[in-house]
């Protein structure tokens, strides 16, 4: 509760500090310090420590689970903002207001990863989404921008009809919203499989799994990187916690009536996510591709609904997050955001060129980076789950990923060619890149250090 009252608390903040503050790095560095405010309540409540004692009538559970991962969305934004606060000021003249856009996100995110009645998941769904539909579209003199968000919106608004009516047939089915107390006796009712089944491929949209996933590249390319770095991000990986919990507490016990179908949606979400992003010239779209990908490694967790899934799913919304939001933020600094546009990186920059390659290892599941540990965590949930076929064709769709993420690093380090940035890359920036590729190593190396807060 900590992190969702002070979260909702900063956006209205940030809504009127554009009023208040005359400069926009004062505007800059009150989110900064309000986004520590709500990390430390995290922390806080994490060790126990509630600060706003609000009684839910048991629509919300602030269990380890849901505070760990809203702890690491937390810090993540917290990275997302010291690399890219800066360049948000290009997007347009509402500065302030993306910050407070954000950090109602956050307070989505919280609902999203801590509900027990599918009333809340729906709100925190929505409280996710309508900020983003915004973001998307601030650029508002760049047509791509304008229609990103539009076919954000449509796409969102046909998710969401969907989720509804797929609450309304489990309610119809078992006289609840409680996730908890959707216990099914004899026969699976009609109602609650067709209802599951409109869940499924509502979030499935959300996540972009395939073949739901087809606003994804368009959007993802069309909407101001600074914004895409997000919601390919933190965003995901919420929607996949809310799936987690979802599946874990109303439908886990009747695991016969889906499973299959969510194997095929892996397999088809890992074999298109991988195979087009081979295709694509753009660094910006293979990095879309490549995030539908990835929501293939995440949908293992899904499958299997086990203790290594938990485990697996954090760690990888953390390895997943760091890395990409670390590659955006160079690539938003760059003139041309091909992959001939990154040609001779490496000799001009070769500090940041070094932290790309760790990224770019780490997404690509290298062994000693945060990405290894975490696809590794959820191939063994996916073999005790009851698929080592699933879980081998996961491998092969990551070998060839490494295809298409090692030809950015041949182009920085192999090719000849002269390198122009938009935005001059600061000693400041340059650390916190450094110190996310420590953070990616140390993950990849100690992931304990992450995974025991579930348990102490």
Same mark, same amino acid.
């Given at each position: 509760?900590?992190?969702?009252?002070?979260?909702?608390?900063?956006?209205?903040?940030?809504?009127?500090?554009?009023?208040?503050?005359?400069?926009?790095? +004062?505007?800059? *560095?009150?989110?900064?310090?309000?986004?520590? $405010? &709500?990390? /430390?309540?995290? #922390? @806080?409540?994490?060790? !126990?420590?509630?600060?706003?004692?609000?009684?839910?009538?048991?629509?919300?559970?602030?269990?380890?689970?849901?505070?760990?991962?809203?702890?690491?969305?937390?810090?993540?934004?917290?990275?997302?903002?010291?690399?890219?606060?800066?360049?948000?000021?290009?997007?347009?003249?509402?500065?302030?207001?993306?910050?407070?856009?954000?950090?109602?996100?956050?307070?989505?995110?919280?609902?999203?990863?801590?509900?027990?009645?599918?009333?809340?998941?729906?709100?925190?769904?929505?409280?996710?989404?309508?900020?983003?539909?915004?973001?998307?579209?601030?650029?508002?003199?760049?047509?791509?921008?304008?229609?990103?968000?539009?076919?954000?919106?449509?796409?969102?608004?046909?998710?969401?009809?969907?989720?509804?009516?797929?609450?309304?047939?489990?309610?119809? +089915?078992?006289? *609840?919203?409680?996730?908890?107390?959707?216990? $099914? &006796?004899? /026969?699976?009712? #009609? @109602?609650?499989?067709? !209802?599951?089944?409109?869940?499924?491929?509502?979030?499935?949209?959300?996540?972009?799994?395939?073949?739901?996933?087809?606003?994804?590249?368009?959007?993802?390319?069309?909407?101001?990187?600074?914004?895409?770095?997000?919601?390919?991000?933190?965003?995901?990986?919420?929607?996949?916690?809310?799936?987690?919990?979802?599946?874990?507490?109303?439908?886990?016990?009747?695991?016969?009536?889906?499973?299959?179908?969510?194997?095929?949606?892996?397999?088809?979400?890992?074999?298109?996510?991988?195979?087009?992003?081979?295709?694509?010239?753009?660094?910006?779209?293979?990095?879309?591709?490549?995030?539908?990908?990835?929501?293939?490694?995440?949908?293992?967790?899904?499958?299997?609904?086990?203790?290594?899934?938990?485990?697996?799913?954090?760690?990888?919304?953390?390895?997943?997050?760091?890395?990409?939001?670390?590659?955006?933020?160079?690539?938003?600094?760059?003139?041309?955001?091909?992959?001939?546009?990154?040609?001779?990186?490496?000799?001009?920059?070769?500090?940041?060129?070094?932290?790309?390659?760790?990224?770019?290892?780490?997404?690509?599941?290298?062994?000693?980076?945060?990405?290894?540990?975490?696809?590794?965590?959820?191939?063994?949930?996916?073999?005790?789950?009851?698929?080592?076929?699933?879980?081998?064709?996961?491998?092969?769709?990551?070998?060839?990923?490494?295809?298409?993420?090692?030809?950015?690093?041949?182009?920085?380090?192999?090719?000849?060619?002269?390198?122009?940035?938009?935005?001059?890359?600061?000693?400041?920036?340059?650390?916190?890149?450094?110190?996310?590729?420590?953070?990616?190593?140390?993950?990849?190396?100690?992931?304990?250090?992450?995974?025991?807060?579930?348990?102490?």
């Amino acid at each position: 509760m900590n992190t969702l009252i002070l979260s909702a608390l900063s956006g209205v903040i940030m809504m009127f500090s554009g009023f208040m503050l005359n400069t926009r790095t +004062a505007v800059r *560095t009150l989110a900064h310090i309000l986004l520590l $405010v &709500v990390i /430390a309540g995290t #922390v @806080l409540e994490l060790r !126990g420590t509630t600060l706003f004692n609000v009684d839910t009538k048991g629509m919300m559970v602030f269990d380890r689970f849901a505070l760990l991962f809203t702890l690491v969305a937390n810090i993540c934004t917290l990275a997302y903002f010291a690399l890219s606060s800066k360049d948000m000021e290009r997007v347009g003249n509402n500065y302030s207001d993306y910050f407070a856009l954000i950090f109602f996100i956050l307070s989505g995110i919280v609902l999203a990863a801590s509900f027990k009645s599918l009333l809340i998941l729906f709100l925190g769904i929505e409280i996710i989404s309508i900020p983003l539909y915004i973001l998307a579209g601030s650029e508002k003199l760049n047509l791509k921008s304008n229609e990103a968000s539009l076919k954000y919106f449509l796409m969102g608004a046909f998710s969401t009809g969907l989720m509804l009516m797929g609450i309304a047939l489990v309610y119809g +089915a078992m006289g *609840t919203f409680d996730t908890t107390r959707m216990e $099914v &006796v004899g /026969a699976t009712p #009609v @109602l609650l499989t067709a !209802g599951m089944m409109l869940l499924l491929f509502s979030m499935s949209f959300k996540a972009s799994a395939a073949p739901f996933h087809f606003w994804t590249p368009d959007v993802y390319d069309g909407s101001p990187t600074v914004f895409t770095s997000y919601m390919a991000t933190v965003v995901k990986a919420a929607f996949f916690i809310a799936f987690m919990r979802l599946f874990t507490d109303a439908f886990g016990g009747i695991g016969m009536q889906w499973k299959l179908i969510v194997s095929i949606i892996v397999a088809m979400t890992l074999f298109i996510g991988n195979i087009t992003a081979v295709f694509q010239q753009s660094v910006k779209r293979m990095l879309a591709y490549s995030s539908i990908a990835q929501a293939g490694f995440m949908m293992l967790a899904i499958y299997s609904l086990n203790a290594d899934a938990r485990e697996g799913l954090i760690l990888y919304a953390a390895a997943y997050s760091l890395a990409t939001i670390g590659i955006f933020a160079v690539l938003i600094k760059m003139k041309d955001q091909s992959f001939e546009g990154f040609n001779g990186f490496a000799k001009q920059y070769p500090t940041i060129a070094a932290t790309l390659v760790v990224f770019l290892l780490s997404l690509a599941g290298i062994p000693l980076t945060a990405g290894f540990i975490s696809k590794f965590y959820m191939l063994k949930a996916t073999v005790d789950g009851g698929s080592l076929g699933l879980a081998i064709f996961a491998v092969l769709m990551a070998a060839v990923s490494v295809y298409y993420y090692f030809r950015l690093i041949q182009s920085m380090y192999f090719k000849e060619g002269s390198q122009v940035v938009a935005v001059p890359m600061t000693a400041g920036f340059k650390y916190t890149l450094v110190g996310l590729a420590a953070v990616t190593v140390l993950l990849g190396i100690f992931p304990e250090l992450l995974t025991n807060w579930l348990y102490f």
